[in-house]
């Protein structure tokens, strides 16, 4: 019996049958000492230790693991420490108003509510102003000249979201400095460009204004300019002595500023309602966004201002060509499907330069500009690669909405001549594109050879930033900023002009805006590429793309043969069977398609029977 119990009770059992005969003692005792205490003496220090044993009874009763517990308090957060320089909830209006109210304007003055300047009769001595003006700026400042400097531009048309939007407080919408380089511009456009922002920017936002003269030569852009915005008080004029350009004139006005953001604009803009604070905010969210506004047109002979539609969508976003020009193109699909209204901003692969705001500190970590560029052009190109390969980003803002008036041509004459933007894009070519630049000195002969003679200024500050901040290389922007690119033949069969051996002239583009749909022409050579360059594509494309990729298309005769949009355009797509050609050994030009030949006659190109004896059938690169 005793070796039952052993193997058959367990522990646990042990202890509550212990436990429960110990109890059981223990009240026979309690009713005992109860009933007459003085009988006997050792009873009443057992009473006297009996509420001692009780309650170390209980206390074992309830420390066994079956026993459920009380829930444990909750514990007292600590409440976190209100900071009075970030304070909750939404900029008001009040807190957000301009740093001057627009003064009321007479509805039916010229150009109001962003109208169209309209006078139908003019007077001898009027037109001679008009067409001076129009000389002296590429825009119509006869009409500028008589539109209001503080003109309304109505009502704010944007859509919904951007209209009810609501900015944090916390954490703030940083200070910026708005910088405008001027060069012999109007006196009514640049004066229109500062009003503009100082009645439509909220004055706890606005630093200053600073107004960059690029060694302007009118009389009324010198003292009578400085005497003019001494009044406005945060406008301030910054000079260059000589003509230096774009580039060193917002260099200059970047050491200066004193905003956390550097705001660059044009001296030809209008900015819309609400045009600031959704690029403050971006710039909060993600300090490495360089964020441009939706860019609207400023009509350059009517000065009518294109008011954004309610029910309008970004549309556009920027891109570049081989010839390293920088164009808009459609947004694409997908990039269309994820964003869900218009506060959202759009991802684009280049911007157009002109404006835009980037944080001061970003701005010089990222390398500001390359200081060697000169005067103007390829800047703009340059930064949207680097912004890209080394770790930014660049986007449109489209709730932030600014007019500007687009020339057809400048004004302005370039020190040293065109030559320095063939310098420019070289020197980014050169730091930025890797292997890629050899498509673009295929296409500028000039660029080429300035490349190989390497006269092109010192770039290897340059070069060590790219290493200094890891940046990716081009491969990487192609494949995964601007992967619907169409990137030519790194290395095409054969490129360069091709000349007719019966003429001895060669395919030429013809017109300059010739962007498809037009017959080709035959033109002295001159071995400039330009309008005469092609390049045989290791799919059998003859490719015209200096800029647009355009293709030699068969039509059948009489028709002439013309440039069209090359059908082939990357992943997914094929070459159309008019845009095959084949090189004979007989130097025929051949479409397989139609089995004709390109055949020279009377100075039009057609397709012909294929006669190997005709030299108007025989062609060849030069």
């Known amino acids: 019996m005793r070796l039952y119990l052993r193997r058959r009770m367990s522990p646990l059992k042990l202890v509550l049958l212990g436990g429960t005969l110990f109890m059981v003692v223990l009240v026979v005792l309690q ?103 129009m000389t002296r700026n590429c825009f119509n400042q006869f009409a500028s000249d008589r539109i209001s400097l503080h003109r309304s531009l109505g009502d704010d048309t944007r859509p919904a979201e951007c209209v009810e939007r609501k900015f944090h407080r916390c954490p703030p919408l940083p200070t910026t400095s708005v910088i405008i380089v001027f060069h012999n511009e109007a006196w009514s456009t640049l004066l229109r460009t500062v009003y503009s922002v100082l009645h439509s920017s909220p004055a706890i936002l606005l630093t200053e204004i600073l107004l960059v003269d690029d060694a302007s030569t009118a009389e009324h852009l010198k003292s009578t300019l400085d005497d003019y915005v001494r009044q406005l008080k945060i406008v301030h004029v910054l000079r260059q002595a000589e003509r230096k350009g774009l580039i060193t004139a917002r260099l200059l006005g970047a050491s200066v500023a004193k905003g956390k953001v550097l705001t660059f604009l044009d001296a030809h803009c209008e900015c819309f309602h609400g045009w600031l604070e959704p690029l403050l905010a971006r710039i909060v969210e993600e300090p490495t966004a360089v964020v441009s506004p939706d860019i609207t047109t400023i009509d350059l002979n009517s000065f009518q201002f294109n008011k954004p539609v309610t029910t309008a969508r970004a549309h556009n976003r920027g891109n570049f060509d081989w010839s390293l020009t920088f164009g808009w193109e459609a947004i694409p699909e997908q ?54 390969q080394c770790g930014g980003q660049l986007e449109i803002i489209p709730c932030s909405v600014v007019g500007h008036v687009f020339r057809t041509k400048s004004p302005h004459t370039f020190p040293k001549g065109t030559e320095v933007i ?201």
């Open 31 to 133: 009713r005992d000492v109860g009933s007459n205490p003085a009988q006997d003496p050792w009873f009443q220090e057992l009473v006297d230790k009996k509420d001692k044993v009780m309650v170390m009874v209980r206390g074992a009763v309830n420390n066994l693991g079956f026993q459920i517990g009380a829930p444990e308090p909750q514990p007292v957060e600590e409440q976190p420490t209100v900071d009075s320089s970030c304070p909750s909830g939404f900029y008001s209006q009040t807190e957000l108003k301009p740093v001057l109210e627009r003064p009321q304007e007479d509805p039916q003055s010229p150009g109001a509510n962003a109208a169209a300047f309209k006078k139908d009769k003019l007077t001898a001595e009027e037109l001679k102003e008009k067409e001076e003006g």
């Open 335 to 388: 990039a269309k499907s994820l964003r869900k209204d218009e506060t959202y901003p759009v991802k684009t692969p280049t911007f157009a330069g002109g404006l835009f705001s980037i944080s001061k500190a970003y701005f010089e970590h990222i390398g500001t500009y390359d200081d060697k560029m000169e005067i103007w052009g390829g800047e703009n190109v340059e930064m949207s690669f680097r912004v890209w």
């Open 422 to 622: 063939t310098r420019n894009q070289v020197r980014l070519a050169e730091v930025w594109m890797d292997d890629y630049k050899k498509i673009f000195y295929r296409r500028n002969s000039n660029a080429g050879k300035m490349a190989a003679e390497q006269n092109f200024g010192d770039i290897s500050e340059r070069v060590n930033l790219r290493e200094r901040l890891q940046c990716k290389n081009f491969t990487w922007y192609l494949n995964t900023v601007y992967p619907e690119a169409f990137v030519p033949d790194l290395n095409p069969v054969v490129f360069g002009s091709i000349k007719n051996e019966g003429s001895q002239s060669c395919l030429d583009a013809g017109a300059e805006n010739n962007h498809g749909g037009k017959p080709v022409i035959m033109y002295t050579c001159h071995n400039m590429g330009g309008n005469q360059y092609f390049e045989y594509s290791t799919h059998k494309e003859l490719r015209h793309n200096i800029g647009k990729q355009l293709c030699l298309h068969a039509v059948a005769p009489p028709e002439q043969v013309k440039l069209e949009l090359c059908q082939r355009k990357g992943w997914g797509t094929s070459v159309s069977p008019e845009q095959e050609w084949v090189f004979m050994e007989e130097k025929l030009l051949k479409n397989p398609s139609s089995g004709k030949c390109l055949h020279l006659k009377e100075g039009q190109v057609l397709m012909d029977h294929c006669n190997a004896d005709d030299r108007n059938q025989h062609w060849a690169f030069s």
